[in-house]
């Protein structure tokens, strides 16, 4: 019986999903974290958010950025003067649009998604939780090659 022979310039069809699938976890690995997230301060102005994710994929800054922004703590090391955070205000500090999307809940383990909200490059909204409720991460997406916003604010 003959041994079947492969072309050498031929690629198999699962080759192409299983290289597009591992570029995703690197990009994912490789984005920036933000070395600020080690401290009870986790959420203030400067902190930023960047994807380079495709357009069909969201970021989530509460993992790549941000940290957790259910509350606002003044000092480090005096976690218990820390408030429920009842609003972010961030700044589209990239060259192209993006589309934030607020997470939210009445208590950890129930999360709604709110809304997506258009942010033009250079210009800054104010994202909060639901009435009552905890404000867990925001995500990121958007159709340039460089997602990134900026805390202004959070309070």
């Not at 997230?37 to 400067?46: E, F, L, S, T, Y």
Request: aromatic letters at 4%; one cysteine or more.
């Amino acid at each position: 019986m003959p041994a079947a022979r492969r072309r050498p310039g031929r690629t198999s069809a699962a080759t192409w999903p299983v290289c597009a699938v591992l570029t995703l976890v690197v990009l994912g690995i490789s984005l920036p974290h933000d070395d600020a997230d080690k401290g009870v301060n986790r959420v203030g102005a400067g902190r930023t958010c960047r994807s380079v994710l495709p357009v069909d994929q969201e970021l989530s800054c509460g993992t790549y950025g941000f940290g957790d922004l259910r509350y606002v703590c003044p000092a480090p090391d005096e976690p218990w003067h820390c408030s429920r955070t009842t609003q972010v205000q961030i700044r589209n500090t990239g060259p192209s649009t993006v589309y934030v999307t607020v997470i939210h809940g009445p208590r950890p383990g129930e999360r709604r998604q709110g809304p997506e909200r258009e942010i033009a490059p250079g210009h800054t909204a104010g994202l909060r939780p639901g009435k009552g409720d905890l404000l867990f991460d925001l995500t990121l997406r958007g159709a340039g090659p460089v997602k990134t916003v900026t805390v202004v604010s959070a309070r």
